[in-house]
């Protein structure tokens, strides 16, 4: 069969040297490391505690984007740990929970980086866990979800008022218990989000923390998956990364709340990673440490690359597709035809992320009627042995 050139709302990812969005950066200045925690403060970045695969950690680091340097701090208060959480309150940063292959923890850290010094605080109010979530709005922290000691994936969900020094007990997290799921604030309209994360979900929600309220939102648009990464500029959301039972993925997406939408946005240029950290300083994006995790234990390998993000530079090419992956007509009226060289799993999902019809094909070549369909734009999303390809299509 002839090659096709598709139409312009086709979706591409850019080449590797248009990466201009994404900038590697001085590496971590410790070991590299799996299951740290990231915040900022200002205009500086910390990272500590996680994971070499040999030891639980407690070393904690400045990052100065100025300078592109690190530099090492006072080791974390409390003892090593991996999978703790971490935020920020105006100019102090907070750490707590997390696990040391024994211990789940349940005490939390106060980090004034003026004095280069640690203080403890109350104790978190829920069970001791490892692997919540945790960010910030206004002038309070949250902290959520987790796995407990008796390995149960949780759902309840906490604000510390550093005032008070008092945790309280908030609604509990709209989907349901989780574990290594994503959680990040927008300070712009003052909300937090919670998405992803095992036993196996891609929903995400949205906390108000004035009606103390959860309102389920699109779902993230990647493949279900637990162990990624996220942060906010300015008014929008950032996600990706992560594992999904199969891949150490590397895609990078997008929430727009204003128009509760995602948009796909270019992966970032390595192997994927899963139990990283992402914050932002200002203006910009940061993604460092975690493990590449490969289809073998042997494989993995741990990492303390930084990278950062601008989404100025940011975007998804409009132009003709050079994959392997080929759809047509695009736009369409009554079907669409995908070719592929091998087996795939084709699901079709709705702008808003929801999954219309899933197909599972072994033949290299199918026809799927779209008749049901309103009008409108679609989401196809092709998952072979080698990977993920999405594109947009039209149905007229």
Do not use: H
């Amino acid at each position: 069969m002839k090659k096709l050139i598709l139409f312009f709302l086709t979706i591409t990812l850019l080449s590797f040297n248009a990466f201009s969005q994404w900038t590697q950066k001085a590496d971590f200045g410790g070991v590299p490391r799996f299951g740290a925690v990231g915040f900022s403060i200002g205009n500086k970045a910390y990272i500590g505690t996680g994971d070499d695969g040999n030891y639980c950690l407690k070393d904690f680091w400045e990052y100065d984007p100025a300078n592109d340097a690190w530099v090492q701090k006072t080791d974390f208060g409390g003892s090593p740990r991996m999978y703790a959480v971490a935020f920020s309150i105006g100019n102090k940063g907070y750490v707590g929970t997390g696990y040391d292959g024994i211990s789940y923890f349940k005490d939390f850290w106060e980090y004034d980086p003026s004095i280069d010094s640690w203080s403890q605080i109350a104790d978190f109010g829920g069970d001791g866990r490892y692997s919540a979530v945790a960010f910030s709005i206004n002038n309070k922290g949250y902290v959520g979800t987790g796995t407990s000691s008796s390995n149960n994936y949780l759902q309840d969900f906490w604000a510390y008022d550093p005032f008070s020094n008092i945790w309280t007990q908030k609604t509990d997290l709209g989907g349901g218990g989780r574990s290594y799921a994503v959680g990040f604030s927008i300070q712009q309209n003052a909300k937090g989000y919670i998405g992803t994360g095992t036993p196996g979900y891609n929903d995400f929600w949205e906390y108000d923390a004035l009606s103390d309220n959860w309102t389920q939102k699109p779902n993230f648009l990647g493949s279900p998956r637990y162990g990624a990464l996220g942060f906010s500029i300015e008014s929008k959301g950032y996600l990706g990364t992560g594992w999904d039972g199969t891949l150490s993925n590397k895609d990078f997406m997008e929430f727009d709340p204003s128009s509760n939408i995602w948009i796909i946005k270019t992966d970032l240029p390595d192997s994927g990673r899963v139990y990283g950290v992402g914050f932002s300083i200002g203006s910009k994006g940061y993604i460092g440490t975690g493990r590449y995790r490969g289809t073998k234990k042997c494989d993995d390998i741990y990492l303390k690359d930084f990278w950062e993000y601008n989404p100025l530079n940011d975007g998804i090419a409009d132009v003709t597709d050079n994959s392997e992956i080929k759809i047509f007509p695009n736009p369409t009226t009554n079907d669409i035809t995908i070719v592929f060289p091998e087996k795939a799993t084709i699901e079709i999902l709705n702008i808003n992320g929801q999954i219309i019809k899933t197909i599972y094909n072994n033949d290299k070549e199918t026809t799927i009627d779209l008749r049901s369909l309103s009008s409108g734009v679609y989401i196809i999303k092709a998952k072979t042995d080698e990977g993920m390809t999405i594109k947009k299509f039209v149905k007229q």
